[in-house]
């Protein structure tokens, strides 16, 4: 079956903890991306990549890191996690995007990280 | 940059009445749009899209949507809603290829539909 899995799906730790959320795809999509959700924003992009050893930040970079060693692996890394990063996350990835068309994104489950 | 706004935070409709969600958008070219919906504790999956030709565009689960460029919108509408689509429903923008914002969505703050029975 066709998915993104996240893991772990929830998460409660410390201020300062650094922290992990797994994401893999087995589609063989180029593009990936991670996304925060938080009431009344809707989601907001975090870190992007279009494919291996290439990411880029987007709207809401701070506080976070991302690795893309393999093309179905995108972990998000919180190196020292503050109150503010709790939100949901979601990760997503699409095949890449050639001249004027679009793919569409498929996202995960989603992880909801509290921090304490 | 890109934009969306759904002006309704909360929309509260009486099962089997019709239903209309707004979306407004902000881009700079003719966009890539789309309507996602989360269900309580769910990821998102998607409705309907709009990438080019015939603006009025049929989705999942009798949801249509129709691109008005002059109006900047792409609301969401369905003429019979059921119990089941109680859920928060997002209204996005994709960036096209070629720009800095590649493969880049944008959503807006989401609205939150109510089903009465």
């Known amino acids: 079956e066709a998915q993104v899995t996240q893991n772990p799906r929830y998460l409660i730790t410390v201020t300062g903890k650094k922290l992990t959320v797994t994401c893999s795809q087995n589609?063989?999509?180029?593009?990936m991306s991670w996304y925060r959700q938080d009431p009344g924003l809707g989601l907001r992009q975090i870190y992007y990549s279009m494919n291996v050893e290439v990411t880029d930040k987007g709207d809401v970079p701070e506080g976070y890191k991302v690795s893309r060693k393999e093309k179905r692996n995108f972990p998000l890394i919180l190196e020292s996690p503050s109150p503010n990063q709790t939100s949901l996350y979601f990760c997503?990835?699409?095949?890449?995007?050639?001249?004027?068309?679009?793919?569409?994104?498929?996202f995960g489950p989603g992880t909801r990280l509290t921090v304490l | 940059a890109q934009s969306v706004t759904q002006p309704d935070i909360h929309i509260t409709v009486s099962e089997g009445a019709s239903l209309e969600l707004r979306c407004n958008y902000s881009y700079g070219a003719t966009p890539y749009l789309f309507w996602y919906v989360q269900s309580p504790g769910q990821g998102l999956q998607l409705l309907l899209k709009?990438?080019?030709?015939?603006?009025l565009v049929q989705g999942i689960k009798g949801f249509e949507a129709e691109f008005k460029r002059s109006q900047s919108s792409f609301n969401l509408r369905k003429p019979s809603v059921h119990w089941s689509d109680a859920a928060e429903y997002f209204c996005a923008v994709g960036a096209r290829a070629g720009g800095t914002s590649y493969g880049k969505l944008t959503f807006g703050q989401g609205t939150i539909l109510t089903v009465h029975p």
């Open positions: 997503a990835s699409s095949h890449r995007v050639t001249g004027s068309s679009y793919n569409e994104q498929f």
């Open positions: 589609m063989n999509h180029e593009y």
């Open positions: 709009y990438f080019s030709g015939d603006t």
